[in-house]
């Protein structure tokens, strides 16, 4: 991109919607951590950081919570700035990506590029635990308790053939079968050490804006291997490289097609010398430019 780019970076203080509610921390450590790096150095505003509600039970909060984030993100992108979004646990992509489509104009698409472990697309009828980080994709394509499904707009936020997972080595059967039925894309763990993480974030960003006009990219940490991102709720073995990660942000930046990144499931209790946090901030660092 040419000159400097505002951004605007949001935290969202919340563990509602996961089993271990540690990540509801992580915002406000990286909001320290940024503070006193050379991150804040750059054109970077720290906009809020929102907190959730206490409603009738977790589903409301959560949905409470998403129609402020939503309207945040879409505040952001309607003054023509990026976003970077540290979430704590990821159901809140349901408020990041509602907001991002309810900026856009009435005829344009939203792509999505999902980088993570999981698939994140279960259903509260296919969910093994029922914690709502695992449902979030599946809300935002329309599938999910009507809470989430439309938060400020009608379901679905997401179109299938818009949005491409990376990354992906676990899931249940559930979550498949609905990814599956609706035909959207995915990039196995297998398939990015084969074929290279470059390669395939590159192929990725083709599929999301093959009919889309704007993309996001939402990136929960556990998508790393955790040897170098620990501080997470649900480490799998044999994830990403982080500065392979890096590297790909930092090609992709300079497409104006992208609106912002979610960084989420940051988890301070088990981090390591803050390793996660050097890497979550490296990994916002990569759009201020």
Request: with cysteine; proline share 5%.
């Amino acid at each position: 991109m040419v000159g400097l780019t505002i951004v605007d970076f949001i935290g969202v203080a919340s563990g509602v919607g996961a089993q271990d509610h540690g990540c509801e921390e992580g915002p406000e450590a990286l909001h320290t951590t940024c503070i006193k790096s050379y991150l804040c150095d750059n054109p970077v505003t720290w906009l809020t950081t929102l907190y959730p509600l206490q409603a009738q039970d977790d589903l409301h909060t959560i949905q409470l919570l998403c129609r402020n984030l939503a309207e945040q993100v879409q505040h952001s992108i309607e003054a023509a700035h990026r976003f970077a979004v540290f979430s704590g646990d990821h159901s809140s992509a349901v408020g990041i990506w509602s907001g991002a489509r309810a900026a856009l104009a009435e005829q344009e698409s939203l792509g999505l590029i999902w980088v993570d472990a999981h698939m994140d697309s279960h259903t509260p009828e296919t969910s093994p635990s029922g914690a709502y980080h695992g449902m979030p994709l599946a809300c935002l394509l329309g599938h999910g308790p009507a809470e989430l499904t439309a938060i400020n707009a009608p379901a679905p936020v997401l179109l299938p053939q818009n949005v491409v997972l990376v990354g992906i080595r676990s899931y249940e059967a559930g979550e498949h079968a609905l990814l599956s039925r609706l035909g959207v894309h995915i990039y196995y763990i297998e398939e990015v050490r084969e074929r290279g993480l470059a390669v395939v974030m590159q192929e990725a960003r083709e599929r999301v804006t093959q009919h889309s006009h704007q993309f996001g990219i939402s990136i929960d940490l556990d998508a790393i291997d955790p040897g170098e991102a620990p501080g997470v709720g649900s480490p799998e073995q044999g994830g990403i490289h982080g500065d392979d990660l890096i590297a790909v942000l930092a090609a992709l930046v300079n497409d104006e097609r992208l609106i912002g990144i979610e960084i989420s499931e940051y988890n301070p209790g088990h981090d390591v010398e803050q390793k996660t946090a050097r890497l979550a901030l490296a990994l916002a660092n990569t759009i201020v430019r």
